[in-house]
């Protein structure tokens, strides 16, 4: 009879000794080890590069490492999903990108719910697009298009990095703003577009304004026609904006920071005041604008404000266009 007794009080004492270390592990301020960040995209792409890129800063600022996992697929929905099952400790924390938004409503059936499932932290960085055209084109302003679009329906093929892309929902809400009939040419990747479009194949391509892109505007390999953001670019100040002449219009990618749903207030506010000094840092600024892009600090209000106005915007033009996923 004894020894059962005392195998009882020993575990208890087990049970006990293990409750206090974990009460002791929980008590420890955040972080205390390694973040994993998700990136619902393969390495070397544009959400890659911007991670990667405050990654260190941030890293340095928590006192922790924060490990980049690239997991691509389903146009990054896997990702997404895998950050939504997590547990929300803030240890996995997602990059939220413009695709993710477009996605919720391109997929009827998706096992997260973007709103519900992820709790927003801090926005990231703003990437605007540009309207460009192949050289041979006859058209050389926004307006000429519209002219031409109206006067030959469906002959204008536009070219986009693949069906339900930033790229191809910006086209399609050019579509819908101006009442112009054009055809939709998806192709795999944006390389493969901007290559059939400087090869004549197809005519417009609403382009991210990186530095390939200004490459080959200065070369004179397409012609830029306008900018898509509500301000002019710094890397093309010369160039409209579509707005100029579609009163309204505004199309960008935005990138961000989110962490599973009941996250404590207090990881989201710790995660959303290191992000902000990063992006404050100057040399993020100026790489980032090497990019073609903008830094887009703020609070995790400001971002979920973000999320929610640019879902439903582009939700409109996947309805609007009819717009399925492969």
């Not at 390495?43 to 890293?59: F, K």
């Not at 033009?317 to 996923?325: D, E, L, M, N, P």
């Amino acid at each position: 009879m004894k020894r059962p007794r005392r195998q009882f009080l020993e575990l208890a004492g087990a049970a006990v000794a293990l409750s206090l270390v974990s009460r002791t592990a929980s008590a420890q301020p955040y972080p205390n080890r390694a973040v994993r960040w998700i990136v619902p995209s393969a390495a070397g792409g544009s959400p890659d590069i911007v991670a990667r890129l405050i990654a260190e800063r941030i890293s340095d600022r928590l006192g922790q490492p924060l490990v980049i996992e690239n997991r691509p697929g389903a146009s990054g929905n896997l990702g997404a999903a895998a950050v939504a099952r997590a547990a929300p400790d803030g240890y996995t924390i997602l990059f939220v990108t413009s695709t993710n938004m477009i996605n919720v409503t391109l997929y009827e059936k998706l096992e997260f719910n973007l709103i519900r499932d992820i709790a927003p932290v801090a926005g990231t960085n703003r990437v605007p697009f540009v309207m460009e055209v192949n050289p041979s084109f006859p058209a050389k302003t926004v307006p000429e298009i519209i002219e031409f679009a109206r006067a030959n329906p469906g002959k204008i093929n536009f070219a986009s990095a693949g069906n339900g892309t930033v790229q191809h929902v910006c086209g399609e809400l050019f579509k819908m703003m101006t009442g112009v009939d054009m055809t939709h040419v998806p192709y795999r990747g944006a390389a493969a577009a901007l290559t059939s479009l400087m090869g004549g194949e197809v005519q417009i391509m609403f382009d991210a304004l990186t530095p390939g892109s200004i490459e080959h505007i200065r070369a004179g390999r397409v012609r830029a026609l306008a900018v898509t953001t509500a301000k002019r670019s710094e890397a093309l100040p010369e160039t409209p904006t579509v707005a100029d002449f579609v009163p309204g219009y505004e199309a960008s990618a935005s990138g961000g920071v989110g962490v599973p749903k009941n996250t404590p207030p207090e990881v989201i506010a710790r995660l959303n005041r290191e992000i902000n000094a990063a992006l404050a840092d100057p040399r993020i600024k100026a790489r980032l604008a090497d990019l073609g892009g903008t830094v887009l600090p703020g609070s995790p209000a400001d971002f979920a404000k973000l999320i929610a106005d640019e879902t439903a915007k582009w939700g409109k033009v996947v309805r609007f266009a009819g717009i399925k996923a492969d």
